[in-house]
């Protein structure tokens, strides 16, 4: 059983930055996948960055270049450092854990098995 639990969501204004953590508890000694994904209002819930056991990654289109996804393996805690935030980004942001020893990244929701229960971004312009 795994346990993730969001942290550092906040408002800010368009340009402005904010680095989300999520506190992973349990057992992720196997390999696994981890992703973040976010949701806005009325819309679909949307991958935005992955994260692999071996250290791939992968980042949505639209944050591409401006959000950075890393974990530290000492304190077990997965990041998003998100930077040049536009009023799009604006939603509740979760992360996203699955045992998996693909050697490939997922943005899909399907592929994650654990969820935690978010952390809310708001852009203002």
């Known amino acids: 059983q795994v346990q993730l639990v969001e942290s550092g969501g906040g408002s800010v204004q368009a340009g402005g930055s904010l680095r989300l953590s999520c506190a992973v508890f349990?057992?992720?000694?196997?390999?696994?996948?981890m992703a973040w994904f976010r949701q806005a209002p009325g819309k679909e819930r949307e991958g935005v960055a992955a994260?692999?056991?071996?250290?791939?990654?992968s980042y949505a289109d639209s944050v591409k270049g401006r959000f950075t996804i890393s974990k530290d393996n000492a304190k077990n805690t997965l990041y998003l450092e998100m930077n040049s935030l536009k009023p799009e980004d604006t939603g509740m942001y979760y992360c996203?854990?699955?045992?998996?020893?693909?050697?490939?990244?997922?943005?899909?929701?399907?592929?994650?098995?654990?969820w935690g229960q978010g952390t809310q971004v708001t852009v203002s312009s």
């Open positions: 996203a854990f699955s045992y998996s020893a693909a050697l490939s990244t997922s943005l899909m929701r399907y592929e994650y098995a654990y």
């Open positions: 349990g057992n992720t000694y196997s390999n696994f996948r």
């Open positions: 994260f692999v056991s071996y250290g791939r990654t």
